[in-house]
């Protein structure tokens, strides 16, 4: 029995010593190295691009503008149905649909405008310095101050042809009912910077033309879905199209769909007719990608006397491009969270001429728990109740926006076990001191939506000496799939891990989803599992075994209960088979129809804060989750860990802040960017997983757990601050500005409960 075995990762050995190779570490005879130079001004129109002075350097080839470039295709964005629940997922969408080197107009600082190409990587950025730029600034769009009034002045309702993946307001109930027959309400605004992904390994991309077919090396969280774009934005059909990643170092989201310079870089190469790479620069990272957006939330909780919710209100707003309007939907939280018999609930967006967000790890209900939990320690405040305890009194048996039952939920195992182990019940009742630090205890509950993709196909390959070949074009961004999938095929076919290989991140295997949302597990596992039974199936035919009546184990198979069996080799040897090759694939579908679909948890965290110096620490934490089947408790492990470090960062630490003149952010570096570091996280982070198996959800019976962990986590830290402390913090980061001002919104500091 191989699943929810501990199984070490068998690719930690290439990482750690090198022999794992990512984009940048592709190389091609004749290769040229790309940097590009990119709009020193938020809004405007280049008026000339002068390229002689950088032409005169050693070593620079060509510098390509917009003049030279072909007419890209257009690539759509995908719109889901309302009705969805992000269970079933869309996509990939390009990045935006705005394309640069298309014309003259500037939309955003940083936006690139021209490409230096070069026969090393020095000499292409020695010419990207001397390429001089001439250009009419317009009047740009900048964010407004980092407060409610000025942020609400500025939104306006997304445009339908915008990246709406569910509907911009939802309605339930009598929600002016719900708010004046109120015992108590909670009203505030709660406030989020920018976060940039910050991924180990910046993007790169290797393009290489031969007789009309495109080779990529690419850093990508979705093969497929570069194959896809790039066929769209190159006008070729999609076969003519190869994508190759074997390894990304880190997504976060960052590089799940398909932006600019992938185009750029196959389109320089086939006009150069020579493999050109284009790898960002850390800066080119801050401009040319993703982030999460700056976001306002303006929440209204009201509870009867006993604690009970009558209304919730939201309005959420996010910062997105004058292109485009992406939109952070963290209204989910509060839609799928604690029963309410009424919710009104909203999302705008604010434009200016800044790069286009996008999803940063634990999108939606990650800034959406910030606000609600927050929210909810606020009113369990008010009515002097246990926040643990208004958590319990308010808990959904279905879904509150849909009335929908759970495909599986144990929530409430999580709260218990969680406390448990984490001594909630038994924590101080006055703030207590250890030396100049005052110490804090605070909760929240964790959600994310099942965002599940389809993988069409996957294959097993089952050889006579007993080796198995998993063939998937999934991708790793190292979360531990090529554990996993290994994993699930030994559990099928009896065999020990290292009889195990896997092929992927190839767009010449079979097709399968992407690595993001936590959804890897659920869809490219689940063909993994039918392509291993469908083996399974197929050998025990060939062993004249009924195949709904065997198993497999120690690489023999036999009935079900029997002893002994058959090797595959004894069974192959009576035919001219070399190997069976099992098929498998995975529509969402098909499995989990009328069900709401969800994973939960509670985040318990104690912190110190010394309020001299603004200081805050993280002392413990205890992370308790209801997520379905664990397929591998080690790396399910590291990924809660991860996730609650990265919410840490989100509490504490992160901002990609924009300077007010021309919208730039202040920082396109991680000198500038603080983010938590060994330093700042101690040892103690006890994670939990309840027994619990959806087979709803897929026949696996787990779930996407890789950005749960991430949510509730900065929410709780605020409200541990206001436990030590009295201090009501609603903006983040907790940075020691905000720990020292005499000006914050206090209240009283008696622990209820």
Not at 24 to 45: E, H, K
Not at 167 to 195: H, I, M, N, W
Not at 457 to 470: K, N, P, S, W
Request: glycine share 10%; aromatic share 6%; charged share 20%.
């Amino acid at each position: 029995m191989m699943i929810s075995q501990p199984v070490a990762r068998p690719d930690g050995g290439a990482k750690v010593t090198g022999r794992a190779r990512y984009a940048a570490d592709y190389f091609a005879p004749d290769l040229l190295y790309a940097v590009l130079v990119t709009a020193p001004v938020p809004a405007g129109r280049v008026t000339s691009i002068m390229v002689d002075d950088a032409l005169a350097d050693k070593g620079v080839v060509r510098v390509l503008t917009h003049e030279d470039m072909p007419k890209f295709g257009r690539f759509a964005s995908p719109r889901a149905e309302p009705d969805t629940q992000m269970q079933q997922a869309e996509g990939p969408p390009a990045a935006q649909s705005f394309m640069p080197m298309q014309g003259d107009e500037i939309r955003h600082e940083g936006q690139p405008l021209a490409i230096v190409l070069g026969e090393t990587l020095e000499a292409a950025e020695a010419g990207a310095r001397r390429v001089a730029l001439r250009y009419e600034f317009a009047e740009p769009e900048l964010p407004a101050p980092p407060e409610w009034t000025a942020i609400d002045k500025a939104a306006v309702v997304p445009r339908e042809s915008g990246f709406l993946f569910l509907e911009p307001t939802f309605t339930k109930g009598e929600v002016d009912r719900g708010l004046s027959d109120a015992a108590a309400t909670v009203e505030a605004v709660y406030l989020q910077p920018s976060r940039h992904h910050n991924a180990m390994e910046p993007s790169a991309t290797l393009a290489e033309w031969n007789d009309g077919e495109l080779t990529l090396h690419d850093a990508t969280q979705h093969v497929y879905g570069v194959r896809q774009v790039l066929a769209a934005r190159m006008n070729v059909p999609a076969e003519n199209v190869r994508v190759i990643s074997r390894h990304t170092g880190g997504g976060f989201g960052g590089k799940g769909w398909i932006w600019p310079h992938q185009v750029l870089a196959a389109a320089a190469a086939r006009i150069m007719q020579r493999p050109v790479r284009l790898a960002l620069s850390r800066a080119n990272a801050y401009s040319c990608l993703g982030y999460q957006p700056r976001m306002a939330q303006k929440i209204v909780l009201a509870a009867d006397s006993s604690g009970k919710l009558t209304a919730v209100q939201q309005d959420v707003i996010n910062l997105t491009t004058v292109s485009d309007d992406f939109v952070e939907f963290a209204t989910e939280a509060s839609k799928g969270l604690y029963a309410t018999p009424a919710m009104r609930l909203s999302q705008r967006v604010e434009r200016a001429n800044v790069a286009m967000p996008t999803a940063l790890r634990a999108p939606v209900e990650g800034p959406g728990t910030w606000a609600l939990e927050s929210a909810m320690d606020e009113l369990a405040h008010r009515l002097g109740v246990d926040p643990l305890d208004l958590r319990l009194i308010n808990r959904a048996d279905t879904d509150p926006a849909t009335g929908q039952p759970w495909s599986s939920k144990k929530l409430r195992e999580a709260y218990e076990e969680g406390a448990r182990l984490f001594g909630w019940r038994e924590r101080p009742r006055k703030p207590q001191r250890d030396g100049d630090w005052l110490i804090g205890y605070g909760m929240a509950t964790c959600t994310m939506g099942c965002f599940r993709h389809p993988t069409p196909a996957a294959e097993v390959r089952l050889h006579r000496d007993g080796t198995v070949l998993i063939r998937t074009g999934t991708q790793d961004i190292g979360t531990g799939t090529l554990t996993i999938f290994p994993q699930i095929a030994a559990d099928v076919l009896g065999l020990p891990m290292e009889k195990i290989e896997l092929e992927m991140g190839d767009t010449q295997l079979p097709e399968a989803g992407p690595t993001y949302g936590s959804s890897s597990t659920m869809g490219v596992g689940a063909a993994v599992l039918a392509a291993a039974e469908d083996a399974r199936s197929q050998l025990a035919r060939l062993a004249n075994l009924l195949p709904d009546e065997v198993e497999m184990q120690d690489g023999k198979i036999r009935r079900r209960g029997a002893a002994g069996g058959q090797t595959i080799a004894d069974v192959m040897s009576h035919t001219d088979i070399g190997e069976i090759v099992g098929s498998g694939s995975f529509d969402p579908a098909q499995h989990g129809k009328g069900l709401a679909m969800r994973t939960f948890g509670a985040i318990f965290m104690e912190v110190g804060v010394d309020p001299g110096l603004g200081l805050l620490r993280l002392r413990r934490a205890v992370g308790s989750y209801s997520a379905g089947r664990i397929v591998n408790p080690r790396t399910a492990r590291s990924q809660m860990t991860g996730g609650i470090i990265w919410g840490w960062g989100m509490a504490a630490m992160e901002q990609s802040r924009h300077e007010p003149v021309l919208g730039r952010f202040l920082s396109k570096n991680l000198s500038g960017v603080a983010i938590p570091a060994n330093a700042d996280i101690p040892g103690d982070i006890i994670i939990h997983f309840v027994d619990e198996v959806d087979e709803h959800a897929s026949p696996i019976g787990g779930k996407g757990i890789g950005e749960l962990g991430a949510t509730g986590v900065a929410a709780a830290v605020a409200n541990a601050v206001f436990d030590a402390t009295g201090k009501r913090i609603r903006e983040l980061p907790i940075t020691p500005e905000k720990l020292l001002s005499k000006d914050r919104p206090a209240e009283a500091s008696a622990r209820p409960g």
